[in-house]
């Protein structure tokens, strides 16, 4: 894997358990 | 697009220099008008300690930031007037200096530390419902108030406070009075110089309860309830507005205050029926 | 630094299309993944969108001329601030930067093109859909959400079909500013010419690498808000119901978690074109490149805690109220250092005036003035009187207008010459400067008595007290919107008969892309990195 795909793949993976991690928290644990 | 024979620049700037002395004399005209038209410039004349409270915090920080904003800006524009190409200023070349960057750095942050320790104050004394001696709960509907007297004389009242302005004011088919969208047809009324701590909530979105002359502020949410307070010094009808978006009517549905004198309040709760809380009709009256 | 003119690329014959990809026309542009073509891309949705949202400010403004509802009904009113503030927050000014970004960076760092090309391309055709979708729930059964651009719930949850238009658009606008995120970091972060670290890429390269964190961290939050909002209306959850177990303040901090951020999204690469422009029109270097950096991510760190100054009045409890206080009157210190700085920058320079100038001149005076009046707002006392009123209004129309709107312009008149090989005409750039200048004022600085004065946000009618500033505000909006029209022009007129601008119309600018490249820029640069000192 090229340097840029894997330094793109971290900012991704930044972006997705931000996303899903904000969603999971409040579902599963509340306010 | 060169110039000849001036520098470049030069001549669209002169004619630049001329034009915006004439807007700016324009500019000058417009807003002096304005004056004379019974413009508001600052907030509303306090009628509370916080209110007050608030009017002197605000002009301790207008004083700071005018004086600040005036003296960094002397340099901005003593530089546009001195060191200008067009004068044959040529450019130093520093680009650091510590002692310099120190000194912007660590005043600032004294002058902040010198703003906040007295609002500190302030802000703690807002906070402080103990201890009241009415207790009012203030529930936001779309688009409209309810008042519960909750304790302390009076408890038991409770109405509905809804805009009283006419409709055709409002569609420009009639002259609008002065109290236009500022008027109902129930007041919240309150006695003077009494601790009144409003619980505020709502019914469907979020409201707020707002009374500039008391510098107060609440948001009103739907199921769960807040509080603030106030204690006001002279009496007299003060008036507000909900100041959170809250649909259609967001902007028809003010918050109007009576305060009066101690047995004006007393005759005022005598005369109030205890009738049946119209928040119970609430879905069935409620205009849409 | 030695000046190797990078001459690869470069159509020697006007016109000459094959270079271009293989595509001429419409194509060309569907199918573009080079940087300088989607910058341009970025660059006119955005001034679209300006349009579009100067319009429906121009029908507020015009509902708000005189007390009683004349022209548009309340819904429709509070339909058209919502969209106006999506539409100039997300399609306007967002992607005017991500305009400069693509232009730029790869010049500035000598790179050949953007990290992921490709995806660069849908970053930005994404935009023109998502845009669509906002404009359309207008014609949607009960039109479009009529909630603010801040789309707080319960109230979100009331709406009709357009509110889940505006969810999917968001989710959009979000990947694409994610996307193109990741793009930007990328490609600072591994593809700078050798000779050029990170403490010698231009001012506003560093900017744009912190921004881009910033919309990573943040944008997903933003995500996160609207899906909730989205399964509260649909799917039966309670997140925001009290009702059904949940807050609907949490909704607040999560939009401001995302919100505050955002505003440094949308003023840290305004204030890397700044400076770009001064130390160019003073002669002279930025002054304090490294204090700018750390000043810079310093506020970037800062901007995490402070969302909740948004929220004073929500009944948080007073030591909640204090801390985002203290902490939000932090940022005015490395703030307060980057204007400095700049002004630090003017002095003893040889100043000359041109329009990109003018235009960062008027962002230093006018800006400062926005953020003190954020300093205001800040304390807490203060913010109980002026939230949710038109101080608010005018304090953020200061800083994103007068703000970042003012660098825009003077980044587009500094760097036309660069992009299209013609020179603007200087005398109508500076009437569009002090036109502008004027008319902003005009609009929003009365704007701060209004709320001083008990004027609160989002309605479309008001009390007879502020009829008077409400007249200025509105007869300077039509001036600063007709103002706009004549930016429009220059640019079209410079694009098509522009003077041709020499090869350094700048004296003092000093970056690769002026001091290594040709003007106009050929369409591939780079394509070997340059040999740096």
């Not at chain 2, 008036?239 to 101690?262: D, S, W, Y």
């Not at chain 3, 093109?113 to 359309?136: E, G, K």
């Not at chain 3, 007869?475 to 041709?500: C, D, M, P």
């Amino acid at each position: 894997m090229s340097r840029n795909a894997k330094t793109g793949l971290i900012l991704a993976t930044i972006a997705l358990v931000f996303f899903l991690g904000i969603i999971a928290k409040f579902w599963l644990i509340g306010p | 697009m060169a110039s000849k024979s001036a520098p470049p620049g030069t001549r669209s700037v002169a004619r630049s220099k001329s034009l915006l002395a004439r807007w700016a004399v324009a500019l000058a005209a417009v807003a002096l008008s304005g004056t004379a038209m019974a413009a508001e410039w600052n907030l509303q004349p306090p009628v509370t300690p916080i209110a007050a409270d608030i009017h002197k915090v605000h002009e301790y920080v207008m004083l700071l930031v005018t004086v600040i904003f005036v003296g960094v800006f002397s340099f901005m524009f003593w530089s546009i007037f001195a060191h200008r190409k067009s004068k044959g200023h040529k450019a130093a070349q520093f680009h650091e200096n510590v002692t310099v960057e120190i000194l912007w750095t660590v005043i600032p942050a004294i002058i902040l530390v010198a703003i906040v320790v007295p609002v500190t104050k302030v802000v703690i004394a807002q906070k402080d419902t103990s201890n009241p001696d009415l207790t009012i709960q203030a529930t936001g509907y779309q688009w409209k108030w309810g008042y519960q007297y909750l304790k302390g004389e009076g408890a038991g009242i409770d109405f509905l406070s809804t805009l009283a302005t006419p409709q055709q004011q409002i569609d420009g088919q009639a002259p609008k009075d002065k109290h236009y969208l500022l008027e109902v047809d129930h007041p919240l009324v309150v006695p003077v110089g009494k601790k009144v701590r409003i619980i505020t909530t709502a019914a469907d979105v979020i409201h707020s309860w707002w009374v500039p002359a008391f510098g107060v502020k609440q948001d009103a949410i739907p199921g769960i309830l807040r509080d603030t307070w106030f204690k006001a010094d002279k009496t007299g009808t003060y008036r507000g507005q909900c100041a959170e978006l809250c649909g259609k009517n967001h902007g028809f549905m003010p918050i109007v205050v009576k305060v009066v004198t101690e047995p004006q309040y007393a005759a005022w709760v005598a005369n109030q029926e205890k009738h049946k809380s119209e928040a119970a009709d609430i879905n069935t009256g409620a205009p849409k | 630094m030695s000046a190797v003119l990078d001459t690869h690329g470069q159509a020697h014959e006007h016109g000459h299309h094959d270079q271009h990809g293989g595509y001429s026309g419409i194509m060309r542009w569907i199918t573009t993944t080079n940087h300088k073509d989607i910058g341009t891309l970025y660059l006119w949705f955005s001034f679209i969108m300006f349009l579009v949202g100067g319009t429906m400010a121009l029908l507020i403004r015009s509902e708000l001329f005189e007390p009683g509802l004349q022209i548009v009904n309340p819904e429709f009113f509070n339909q058209l601030t919502t969209m106006h503030g999506l539409i100039m927050v997300f399609g306007a000014i967002m992607p005017a930067f991500v305009g400069f970004a693509n232009w730029l960076i790869p010049m500035q760092i000598g790179a050949p093109d953007m990290a992921f090309a490709r995806m660069n391309n849908w970053s930005f055709w994404i935009l023109p859909f998502a845009a669509s979708l906002l404009v359309l729930s207008f014609f949607m059964p009960g039109g479009a959400p009529e909630v603010g651009w801040t789309m707080y719930a319960p109230l979100t949850v009331q709406q009709g079909m357009g509110m889940d238009f505006t969810i999917f658009a968001v989710h959009l606008l979000g990947m694409s500013s994610i996307m193109g995120s990741i793009n930007i970091i990328t490609t600072i972060l591994n593809m700078r010419a050798p000779g050029m670290t990170l403490m010698k890429m231009p001012m506003f390269c560093w900017t744009w690498l912190i921004t881009a964190y910033l919309l990573v961290a943040a944008m997903p939050v933003l995500a996160g808000a609207v899906t909730m909002t989205l399964t509260d209306r649909h799917f039966g959850t309670s997140f925001f119901n009290a009702a059904g177990g949940g807050d609907p303040v949490l909704y607040q901090h999560i939009f401001w978690f995302f919100g505050h951020p955002e505003v440094y999204i949308i003023a840290l690469p305004a204030f890397g074109v700044i400076s770009q422009v001064i130390p160019a029109f003073s002669r002279k270097p930025l002054f304090g490149y490294a204090s700018m950096v750390y000043a810079t991510s310093a506020i970037a760190i800062l901007s995490f805690i402070v969302w909740a100054h948004h929220m004073y009045t929500t009944g948080m409890p007073v030591t909640g109220q204090l801390f985002f206080m203290y902490a939000t009157t932090l940022i005015a210190i490395p703030t307060g250092v980057k204007v400095f700085n700049w002004v630090a920058t003017m002095w003893k320079g040889s100043l000359t005036f041109e329009t990109p100038m003018l235009f960062a001149i008027g962002f230093l005076f006018l800006f400062t003035m926005g953020g003190f009046s954020g300093l205001v707002l800040s304390l807490v006392p203060v913010d109980i009187q002026l939230q949710d009123t038109y101080y608010v209004v005018a304090h953020f129309h200061y800083v994103m207008v007068a703000g970042a709107l003012f660098s825009a312009f003077a980044g587009i008149y500094f760097w036309l010459p660069k992009w299209t090989g013609k020179m603007y005409d200087e005398t109508l750039g500076k009437w569009h400067f002090w036109l502008s200048m004027i008319f902003f004022n005009m609009i929003f600085f009365v704007q701060h008595f209004l709320g001083l004065a008990g004027m609160p946000r989002r309605i479309p009618d008001y009390p007879l007290q502020f009829e008077t500033w409400n007249q200025i505000s509105t007869v300077g909006a039509f001036g600063f919107g007709l103002t706009q029209l004549l930016f429009l022009y220059i640019v079209i007129k410079t694009i098509r008969s522009g003077e041709k601008a020499p090869e350094k119309p700048w004296e003092g600018a000093d970056s690769l892309e002026w001091t290594h490249l040709p003007t106009p820029a050929p369409y591939h640069s780079f394509e070997t990195p340059p040999v740096l000192k």
